[in-house]
């Protein structure tokens, strides 16, 4: 499909895929800036990096070097560039009472909006997330001038709870960033990329929520990201054409907060939840 | 009998090209130094780093010694004028000769081999400090696995493009890059005495080995595992007895902790700061 004309009420979001480096963080922001100059071309009001997208994905203790504050002077130009548009952007932060999150920052106006932290850091097979991170507290929704949002980092996502949990907080719309590895396999596109659409679209259909995907693209230290950034809405259908895997690109795709409200008042899939079953679960953990 | 997976070859490609594109600008440099050996493995990597910046900042060395073969020469230099870029030859074959005398190697071939791939090392990252190039490694994952390659030799690279390839896939890979049919199609050989094959070294090729080594180190199958879905007993533990006998070579070297910030241990980093 090619990319259709944002109708009255909607607003368009980008997807900035770009290929980051470890440990160059004027590399890295270059991206930014030259992706948010397309995105303001193009009439984007919010841009969605992928997950670390300031620092580069494989950290490792590169994170005690690299983890920034939320007012860190480094990052004033994206404060300054979200007074043109909202941008919620990936980075390891430094946390005032020690520790250092895989987070997301909602920026708009000149001014931090929200934050996000990761909850579910992978350690295993390729991924040692939880040995330089630490988990986030909690969920919710972050808020700007375009509506109220879940945030979900990588991992994240692959918890369905995740999203039901936000669905239930008021979110309308998921960001979803990812920092997605990706192997080759027979089929022409990489198999992390199959994965994510298969998930992203699950995850819109089943908490009827759009969901804007944005990944990373390119290659760290030997390790492949499968790119595909895209966005569908809550009744699965594609809002924007997908993101090639292995190349930078930005892709905009129409939010309609109106057109959102009346898919989940349609379907409130969400809020039949039966929570009673968590608790029978974690009471039977616990017990 | 279980097969080794396909592999999407044009976006195995396409992937590795950009690799290749995208270390060199990490570590802020522009050139690519590659060892050509008349083989497939060397004419796959130059290949790739030729789509990855072109062909001006790709360096081929053939880098003969005592008893290389002069069909491997040629092989090197077809390769080399297939991909337009500049093949020099420094002949090891002298220095070869003079430094086995003088570590009185005499007819120990093994020895020999790995002095001689060790000695071509030593040629490519003096080539690529004097042109502020990167060296290119081209050893495969089956050989890799297989302990087929000698440690600080041709297991020494600045990165190792084809590591994680399958031999079989390699063969796919070369056709698809338009490598010469005469290199993909002749007997594997490091080339090192006169008659020496891969296969006859190992006792099976790699396509026969390759399911096996797959299905073992990704799938996870055990040594009955394999042999009762079909493959020959003795071709398992020979593939096995390799895999297992030549893991030291995974890591180039390992060093002994003794404190808290342990290089690669406490400190893993970025290799490429800026």
Known sequence: MTERPVERGEVPIALAQIATCPGQLRHNLDRHLRMLEAARTAGARLVVFPELSLSGYLLAHGVLELALAADDPRLAPLYEASRELAILVGLPLREPGGGISNAALLLEGGELRGVHRKLYLPTYGMFDEGRYFVPGPGLQPLECSLGRFGVLICEDAWHLSSSVLLAQAGAEAFLVMAGGPTELDADVEPAGGRRWHWLVGATAITAVRPVFFANRCGWEEGILFGGRSWAVDARGRALADTAPALEEALVTAPFSRADAAFARTLLPIPFMERLDLWRTALERRHA | ?274
């Not at chain 2, 083989?39 to 910046?53: E, H, P």
């Not at chain 2, 490519?124 to 087929?148: C, H, P, Q, W």
């Not at chain 2, 297991?155 to 063969?171: N, P």
């Open chain 2, 1 to 274: 009998m279980r097969e080794l997976p396909p592999v999407h070859i044009p976006l195995l490609a396409e992937a590795l090209t950009r690799f290749l594109a995208e270390e060199l600008r990490a570590a802020g440099l522009r050139r690519w130094v590659v060892g050509l050996s008349g083989g497939i493995d060397s004419a796959v990597a130059a290949a790739l780093a030729v789509r990855a910046v072109g062909a001006e900042p790709v360096e081929a060395l053939a880098l003969p010694g005592p008893t290389s073969s002069p069909e491997s020469l040629e092989h090197a230099r077809l390769v080399a004028d297939g991909l337009g870029i500049r093949l020099d030859i420094v002949d090891l074959g002298e220095a070869g000769r003079a430094f086995a005398s003088t570590l009185d190697i005499r007819e120990d071939r093994l020895r020999f081999g790995n002095l001689l791939a060790r000695m071509r090392m030593t040629t490519l990252f003096d080539r690529a400090r004097r042109d502020g190039a990167l060296v290119l490694g081209t050893s495969n994952k089956s050989e890799i696995l297989l302990g087929y390659s000698t440690l600080f030799g041709d297991a020494a690279a600045s990165v190792q493009v084809l590591g994680d390839v399958w031999k079989t896939h390699i063969f796919e890979l070369a056709r698809f890059l338009g490598t010469p049919e005469v290199v993909v199609s002749k007997p594997p050989t490091a080339d090192l005495w006169p008659g020496q094959t891969d296969a006859g070294e190992l006792g099976f090729d790699y396509p026969t080995a390759d399911p096996v080594l797959h299905w073992h180190h990704e799938g996870g199958m055990t040594r009955d595992d394999l042999v009762a879905a079909g493959f020959p007993e003795s071709l398992v533990e020979g593939v096995l007895h390799a895999y297992r006998r030549n893991r030291f070579k995974w890591r180039p070297t390992v060093i002994a902790r003794v404190s808290s910030s342990c290089i690669n241990v406490d400190r893993i980093l970025p290799r490429n700061p800026r």
